[in-house]
């Protein structure tokens, strides 16, 4: 049985240990990030300086948070999408590798490809918008585990064709805001997701952590159901699937039956 485990943060920040190599993805090691606060404590200091290799899905700030990005050890390897390299090289002091979907990289014998995400993910506006226009991506990770990061997205239909067989897909299902923009997942669009990807297990993740206080008050049931919500549309949609609701901070092994359901609050 694989070791591999899985340990959700917060937000679309999550550490990956595969085959014995340390991924992270999306960053946000601050407690508050600009007028967002989250609502969980932020990754220890020392997951920066253990870290093998940072994967970015797109340049906006709740998933590249270049003050973050700056913590990490020399030596770590970004992986970012095309046209947000010259974000990253500003702060960090490892060597930053820009992607295009289908690119595929090889980090200590763990392989990492880029997939489409159907997601506007360029940042700012005026000169930086438009140099930070590549793609958004999604991640594929494969070593003795397989784990699909989506960051954030839409479903489409080369979701199917991801990878033959996922152990485990990492979804957005929600939020900070009241309503979701174009280019997200909601939890039942998440649930049908599942029904393209055919992974064995699920993680919900971009959901109930980054929080704007008024907002919060007006949408608090709406952004804690988020959760249960697609697990229960998991069990109509794709029952054969094994819904995590991830504890933040948790170590989850890949391999072993989920922990018990998240409590917000």
């Not at 090889?106 to 880029?114: E, F």
Request: hydrophobic residues 45%.
């Amino acid at each position: 049985m694989s070791a591999d485990t899985v340990t959700w943060w917060g937000h679309a920040t999550v550490e990956l240990q595969v085959a014995g190599v340390r991924l992270v993805t999306d960053p946000l090691l601050r407690k508050q990030i600009g007028f967002l606060r989250s609502a969980y404590d932020p990754p220890p200091g020392s997951l920066a300086w253990r870290t093998d290799v940072v994967l970015i899905s797109h340049p906006h700030r709740d998933h590249l948070d270049l003050p973050s990005l700056a913590r990490f050890a020399p030596g770590t390897r970004f992986l970012v999408p095309r046209g947000s390299g010259w974000l990253v090289r500003r702060v960090v002091r490892g060597p930053v590798t820009e992607l295009d979907v289908g690119d595929t990289i090889s980090v200590k014998g763990v392989q990492v490809r880029a997939t489409h995400a159907e997601h506007d993910g360029r940042r700012g506006a005026g000169r930086t918008m438009e140099r930070t226009k590549g793609p958004a991506l999604g991640f594929l990770v494969s070593g003795t585990s397989s784990i699909y990061f989506a960051g954030d997205t839409e479903i489409f239909p080369g979701m199917a064709d991801i990878a033959p067989q996922l152990d485990l897909a990492l979804l957005p299902i929600s939020g900070w805001g009241l309503t979701l923009a174009p280019g997200h997942l909601n939890p039942e669009r998440a649930a049908q997701a599942l029904t393209l990807l055919g992974a064995r297990r699920a993680i919900p993740i971009h959901w109930g952590s980054l929080r704007i206080a008024v907002l919060w008050r007006l949408g608090r049931e709406r952004f804690l159901a988020a959760g249960p919500d697609f697990r229960a549309h998991a069990r109509e949609l794709a029952p054969e699937v094994d819904v995590v609701l991830a504890l933040p901070a948790e170590p989850i092994q890949i391999g072993v039956p989920g922990p018990r359901p998240i409590e917000h609050t």
